[in-house]
């Protein structure tokens, strides 16, 4: 839903031979490419909405021959603090515009015009001309984390999710590039991690095609921020540097090493441990162009270092220090090291509310563990991220995938779009300060279950409820009342078939019968 929208009852044809997207500006690559691609949508996609199947020729009273996107600034940095904002004025007749601050917002005025044309007998029209919208993201952080480690996607794969993600308005792919499992990146620093740590030869990114999807994404109005897990979830380095690791892969009692199994964490006594963090920060900070830098920090089990001679050495002829002091050193030169590489930390919220280390305020926690997580910080004073496992896990409810256990993930249930949809991340924050401190949210498909015969399923189109309570907030700024999930229904179920039109393989939520009678698949209130 816009933040503004005034409709008319008219409905307005394109003159597809002669309808043109042109722009003020031409030196803008984002610009450019984001006309190129909606060009070609107008043109040739036909999308009929399911309310409207089976309809005769509505009447138009005229012709839209263009679309005129004016873009103040042709900047083309994309961070925290671009401006997203658009306009879009669709007349009855003539030519429709967009007026944007950036680029970016032109982007998003682009995506919602698209969504405005359907097919209506061989023709595209806009129906409910004249339209009016005055357009902004309640929140400026509207992520989806993607795990690449536990089971790989090829660039193809992460592609079209970037393009599912930009016809929904989400402007971060956190990638957690790498975990336990595999380490499918390229590295030129440490080339073995690759050599050992991948799959196989076919399941790698090289920095070439990591540039591609940065640039893909970039073009779509999206950062991609990466998450390099450390010191925890680090078995995988053991493959090529077991002499810098804890507890690597304990069997067959991992669990009390590890939330999960391979066990293994980088040691945080040895010297040469935080080397390779180091060199690891220094090189993908490089190569990926965001400001947003995420070193994870999450899920640590002190038992793995308790019980390891180096660290049991180390606490021993240090008196006054232990794990916990160590852990809070870890996590203060590693964050030190990011800011130095000119990045903002972003970090899970353990390093901060588990083992008491205060983090400068420029860091961005993301919380998780429950969904009290987020007053807690910003009470801190951190900015932070809303990814509850409560509302936002979309791997759960698949049952667990250890071989030998019957019951449910750890997780259960399995999230449906209602309860993503119900979820505010500024419940009980009333200080107007501090809800300036959530920069929005996150969905998360972590991968144990999930690669890329699924991810178009497992994302969509529960990831476009998250979308609209993102860029649209929960609370209906014209009735200052909760959206509810019967209103959004139609919108949702409407966009999941426009998505399916456009290649993006999402999930039906309802019997088309219900999609196309709503008010008739409501459950009754109860007496």
């Known amino acids: 839903m816009p933040a503004t929208y005034d409709i008319g ?33 107008v043109e040739h996609e036909f999308f009929e909405s ?77 129906r409910d001309a004249p339209v009016k919208i005055i357009d902004a993201p309640k929140f400026r952080h509207r992520g989806v984390l993607l795990d690449t480690s536990r089971n790989f996607y090829h660039v193809d794969a992460i592609l079209r999710t970037l393009d599912a993600m930009a016809y929904n308005k989400l402007n971060v792919l956190h990638w957690h590039v790498v975990d336990a499992f595999s380490w499918p990146i390229e590295s030129k620093v440490h080339p073995e ?32 921020m990466p998450e390099f897990d450390m010191p925890g979830h680090t078995f995988v380095v053991g493959e090529a540097h077991p002499e810098i690791m804890s507890c690597l892969n304990k069997q067959p009692n991992w669990d009390k090493f590890a939330a999960e199994p391979p066990s293994g964490q980088l040691n945080i006594a040895d010297p040469r441990a935080l080397t390779f963090a180091f060199d690891i920060i220094s090189e993908y900070s490089r190569l990926f162009i965001d400001l947003g830098f995420h070193v994870g920090g999450s899920s640590l089990n002190l038992d793995c270092w308790r019980e390891d001679p180096i660290v049991e050495n180390y606490v021993r002829e240090h008196p006054g220090e232990s794990v916990e002091s160590l852990v809070r050193g870890w996590f203060m030169q590693t964050f030190t090291k990011v800011g130095e590489m000119g990045k903002i930390p972003f970090a899970w919220e353990e390093s901060v509310l588990n083992f008491n280390y205060t983090a400068k305020n420029t860091t961005v926690l993301q919380a998780w563990v429950n969904e009290d997580s987020v007053g807690k910080l910003v009470d801190l004073g951190y900015r932070v991220v809303a990814s509850p496992w409560t509302r936002y896990y979309l791997d759960c409810g698949h049952g667990s995938w250890v071989s030998n256990f019957e019951g449910g993930s750890w997780c259960d249930l399995f999230k449906d779009w209602k309860t993503i949809y119900s979820y505010n991340p500024l419940t009980n924050i009333t200080d107007p300060a501090k809800q300036k401190l959530v920069l929005g949210g996150e969905i998360a498909l972590w991968s144990a279950q999930s690669d890329e015969a699924t991810v178009d399923r497992y994302l969509w189109p529960r990831a476009s409820a998250f979308a609209e309570t993102m860029w649209s907030g929960t609370i209906d700024p014209a009735t200052n009342a909760t959206r509810d999930t019967v209103k959004a229904a139609p919108r949702l179920t409407e966009h999941r078939f426009r998505m399916v039109a456009r290649g993006i393989m999402a999930e039906p939520l309802q019997p088309l019968w219900c999609v196309r009678h709503p008010e008739s698949c409501v459950r009754p209130s109860q007496p």
């Open 9 to 41: 009852s008219v409905a307005v044809e394109i003159k597809r031979s002669d309808f043109m997207i042109k722009s003020n500006v031409t030196s803008s690559s984002v610009v450019n490419a984001a006309i190129e691609r909606y060009q070609y949508l």
């Open 50 to 126: 399911p309310y409207n199947f089976n309809e005769d020729a509505v009447k138009t009273s005229g012709f839209l021959f263009a679309l005129e996107v004016n873009v103040q600034s042709a900047q083309d940095v994309f961070d925290l603090e671009t401006d997203e904002s658009y306009t879009l004025d669709v007349p009855v007749e003539g030519k429709a515009v967009i007026n944007a601050a950036t680029p970016f917002g032109a982007v998003r005025g682009l995506e919602t015009f698209s969504q405005l044309v359907s097919a209506n007998s061989g023709r595209k029209v806009v």
């Open 193 to 224: 991690l690759t050599e050992k740590g991948a799959y196989s030869p076919d399941m790698r990114y090289s920095y070439a095609e990591i540039k591609k999807i940065i640039t893909y994404a970039k073009n779509r109005a999206i950062r991609v």
